[in-house]
């Protein structure tokens, strides 16, 4: 089993700190998170998406790339991924993230995926992606980089089956799918192994995380009337993904990629998380075989 990490997820640890912890838990991937932190954030305290610290820069330069290469390199950890947060269409920051992963020899990328939230028409922003990722396929092939899309809630791609109809025009060795069941907790819920078994060749790589429903705090005693449901982020063995039987599905469909851990629960302090996801992967994995 491959374990990385992406580190999104580790927001108070310095590239250095992360490489080290991780190493030492047994996690042998990074996906660096990659966005330029406006100079205002950095003087708030760490948090996954505003000041995290193990996040490289887009525009990131020599001594930057040097420092995160460096810290891979000394605990033994590989870098698989640089995961940008492209907007679909922008093709000059996806060959920048291109250049960049084919520095650090990683061999994946996130690209953009419009999203929805009923103002513009489905079909419109399908025809939008489907143009970018002509030209993301054509970069692909030149730097060796894959593209993933990665199946998340409020986009046109939150489902397997969607994620599928996006990608399916495109060679899967240059373009696939970052499937991520905590996602579709919030929305594109299917059947796992239909989803994976739908997917075939462009399963690219998989997150895992979890999220759970709650019902309001203070319930209504009227059964008529409409109750608002929230959704939120929990630990990896107690939300309403199945992980043991997702592990069984990826098993089955001959899965052998890399499993990335992206805990928001917020509820271990970092280190912990890392070695607990560790822990917890592998017991799985065990009780599977």
């Given amino acids: ?6 580190t999104v997820a580790t ?17 042998g991937g990074i996906e660096w998170r990659c966005k330029d ?16 610290i193990c996040t490289l820069s887009q525009h990131a330069e020599e001594e930057e790339i040097s420092r995160f290469e460096q810290a891979a390199n000394r605990s033994g950890m590989k870098t698989i991924s640089i995961t940008p947060y492209i907007q679909c269409g922008d093709i000059e920051s996806t060959e920048q993230v291109m250049r960049l992963a084919k520095r650090f020899g990683a061999s994946m990328i996130r690209v953009g995926v419009p999203g929805y939230n009923r103002t513009r028409n489905y079909n419109e922003l399908y025809e939008e992606a489907i ?5 993301v396929e054509q970069l692909s092939r030149h730097y060796g980089v894959k ?4 199946a998340h809630h409020v986009t046109i791609a939150p489902s397997a089956s969607l994620a599928h109809r996006l990608v399916s025009p495109f060679d899967p060795d240059c373009i696939g799918v970052l499937y991520d069941p905590g996602n579709m907790v919030y929305e594109g819920f299917e059947n796992y192994r239909m989803g994976m078994e739908l997917l075939g060749p462009y399963l690219a790589h998989v997150h895992v995380k979890n999220a759970g429903w709650q019902p309001p705090r203070t319930e209504s005693s009227d059964p008529l009337q409409s109750q608002e449901w929230s959704c939120s982020w929990s630990p990896i063995a107690n939300g309403q993904v199945p992980w043991k039987q997702v592990l069984r599905d990826l ?6 990629g890399w499993f990335g851990v992206e805990d928001f629960s917020a509820t271990f302090d970092t280190r912990t998380m890392l070695q607990t996801y560790a822990n917890q992967m592998k017991t799985w994995m065990e009780e599977i075989e």
């Fill in 1 to 6: 089993m491959k374990l990385s990490v992406f």
């Fill in 11 to 27: 927001p108070d640890l310095t590239p250095e700190e992360l490489c080290e912890a991780a190493s030492a838990a047994g996690i």
């Fill in 37 to 52: 932190t406006p100079a205002e954030l950095r003087k708030e305290a760490p948090s996954f998406w505003g000041n995290n």
């Fill in 131 to 135: 143009a970018y990722l002509k030209v």
């Fill in 147 to 150: 593209a993933l899309v990665e």
């Fill in 251 to 256: 098993k089955a469909v001959g899965y052998d």
